[in-house]
Nanobody, 124 residues
Framework: QVQLVESGGGSVQAGGSLRLSCAAS????????MGWFRQGPGKEREGVVY???????RYADAVKGRFTITSDSSKNILYLQMNSLLPEDTAMYYC??????????????????WGPGTQVTVSS
């Protein structure tokens, strides 16, 4: 079992930055595949970025070059640095962990553990 809790959301103007955090607990260390997702108003949930335990990451085209995922396994925290934010980045952001706590999953993602989310609002 893994418990996830996001934080760091807020309101920012277009062009601004935010850093989201996801605190993980319940599993020893944080050496498993994780990801960030988002769901905008009236939209389906979409994957933003996935990361393997070795740091290999896969970004959605919409955020490439603007968002960066990192992790601090010593603190069991996953981060999402978001720069050059756009109004279309407005969404509830969720972190997630692989169903089987695999180290590598970005090629065949299967996320099962979810946090409650943190709201990001970008105004123009």
């Amino acid at each position: 079992q893994v418990q996830l809790v996001e934080s760091g959301g807020g309101s920012v103007q277009a062009g601004g930055s935010l850093r989201l955090s996801c605190a993980a607990s319940g599993a020893t260390g944080m050496r498993y595949c994780m990801g960030w997702f988002r769901q905008g108003p009236g939209k389906e949930r979409e994957g933003v970025v996935y990361i393997n335990s070795d740091g290999t990451a896969r970004y959605a085209d919409a955020v490439k070059g603007r968002f960066t995922i990192t992790s601090d396994s010593s603190k069991n925290i996953l981060y999402l640095q978001m720069n050059s934010l756009l109004p279309e980045d407005t969404a509830m952001y969720y972190c997630a962990a692989d169903r089987y706590l695999r180290e590598f999953c970005i090629d065949i993602p299967d996320f099962h553990y979810w946090g409650p989310g943190t709201q990001v609002t970008v105004s123009s």
